[in-house]
């Protein structure tokens, strides 16, 4: 334990996302070490992000308008709803320039273990939005793991009534990998999600 | 370094870093540990998906300073499929895994007792052995009793004298007769007892023969004597979907 304002820092660094005890130090010790002018910076930089990024009224993804750029596009298609976890999934997809639809972001994945259940994420907003829209199709991105998987569970069962076309993005082996390394699960969901070859 | 293997229950993991996650383990020789799974977020990752919480894996792992480091890891069997497919039984698989990592105060302990209850509720949840509901339930009392801190549900817990008693005490230690009981306690069904008593002794013909309300008020008292042994409530209770 070091003290006071140092003490202070790494601990609020240690806070962080993907950032053990070690790490928290290193940057500490980094930006100790660093010139005033480029702290300056950083604090700059914090500072304005907070103040000017938020959050699309309609879609949840960040914004540093009351609309997020996707949801003003009147290009894009409004019977489609890509749902994910994080604005950085958003980003991901449309890289892949696969999708023309909109996007709606729930704030993360449903985790009981955290204490996180479907009321602290954007899941009522997303009904909403279904009950007051002309969306025809919703294809659920969240994360290939078991909690984005119970999410997907999750929200299937909320939106069937509706009688929306639903979709989960598909889950398979990874290109470039080898067969042989792949887990069962991965080789299973590869097997359901195969499609036909055009010979 | 050291290597060694183990039978493990992964309860919860952490992102650690870009690509690295921190795995807490419940093992069945080494007791509850964390370890570091490198690169498994990777979509490219060896691990893949043998590493999420319920999965149930034969693991090579090496001693590390902070964490142990995992190197291999094998399925024994997958329950993450069919549990997280069913959104009652991930619910309760969250509030499994998450009694088992209060259960296990002391890391690097090793609890074969807690470890083999587990597995058991797991396996029986993912294959829809009985009521999902009744399975947690049945968990928890059992898990309960192997920390030591079985509720009595026929004889007074003060006094001993024989029962069905009509006063169920948290403070007292479960049931408790007329001239014990303190002055809060509840009065449950003697029905209700009695599928809380099959539970706990893994009487599953008793126990399937209860009726809803009896369950949904042992439900209650299970999860009431939970949070008084316990420091504070598990965090998933409150989202685990009853029927
Ligand atoms: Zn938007």
């Known amino acids: ?3 006071g304002a140092i003490q202070d820092l790494i601990d609020e660094l240690g806070r ?4 053990g005890p070690k790490s928290a130090q290193r940057i500490a010790f980094h930006i100790i070490q660093s010139e005033r002018v480029d702290v300056a910076r950083l604090v700059d930089v914090l500072r304005t992000v907070k103040e000017r990024v938020k959050f699309c009224t309609v879609c949840g993804n960040i914004t540093e308008e009351e609309l997020c750029k996707i949801c003003r596009d009147p290009r894009r298609d409004n019977t489609m709803i890509c749902v994910v976890e994080e604005s950085k999934d958003v980003l991901a997809i449309e890289k892949t320039r696969e999708f023309r639809g909109k996007y709606h972001v729930l704030g993360g994945a449903i985790s009981p273990i955290d204490g996180i259940g479907p009321e602290n994420l954007r899941i009522r907003e997303l009904m909403v939005r279904l009950a007051a829209t002309e969306i025809q199709e919703i294809i659920i991105a969240t994360d290939p793991n078991l909690e984005g998987e119970a999410t997907a569970t999750y929200l299937a069962r909320l939106i069937k009534p509706l009688e929306i076309k639903i979709s989960r ?6 290109v470039g990998g080898d067969l042989e390394y792949a887990d069962e699960v991965t080789l299973g969901r590869a097997f359901e999600g195969r499609r036909t070859l055009e010979g | 370094m050291a290597l060694y293997r183990d039978q493990a229950i992964v309860l919860r993991t952490q992102k650690l870093g870009e690509a690295d996650r921190i795995i807490t383990l419940f093992t069945r020789d080494h007791g509850r540990l964390r370890a570091v799974a490198k690169g498994v977020r990777r979509t490219k990752s060896r691990f893949g998906a043998r590493l999420e919480p319920t ?14 480091i995992v190197t291999q890891a094998e399925s024994i069997e ?10 009652q039984n991930w619910t309760i698989a969250s509030a499994i895994l998450e009694a088992a990592e209060r259960f296990t105060a002391q890391e690097h302990e090793p609890a074969l007792q807690q470890y083999l209850l587990v597995v058991g509720a797991l396996k029986a949840l993912a294959h829809n052995t009985y009521d999902s509901s009744l399975i947690l339930d049945a968990y928890l009392l059992r898990s309960l009793s192997v920390a030591g801190y079985a509720p009595s549900l026929t004889n007074c817990s003060r006094c001993d004298k024989p029962g069905p008693h009509k006063y169920f005490s948290l403070v007292g230690g ?5 001239d014990c009981k303190p002055s809060a306690a509840a009065t449950p069904l003697v029905e209700t007892l009695q599928l809380m008593s099959d539970l706990q002794t893994g009487d599953w013909e008793g126990a399937i023969q209860s009726e809803l309300r009896n369950r949904r008020e042992a439900s209650g008292l299970i999860a009431a004597y939970l949070q008084w042994h316990l420091e504070r409530g598990l965090r998933s209770l409150p989202l685990v979907e009853r029927i």
């Open chain 2, 78 to 87: 997958n329950f993450g499929d069919s549990l997280s497919n069913d959104y």
């Open chain 2, 174 to 178: 479960g049931s408790v007769c007329v």
């Open chain 2, 55 to 68: 999965s149930y894996v034969d693991l090579q792992l090496y001693t590390g300073k902070t964490f142990d």
């Open chain 1, 1 to 3: 334990m070091y003290e």
């Open chain 1, 169 to 174: 993005l598909a889950s398979g082996l990874p």
């Open chain 1, 16 to 19: 962080l996302p993907g950032i």
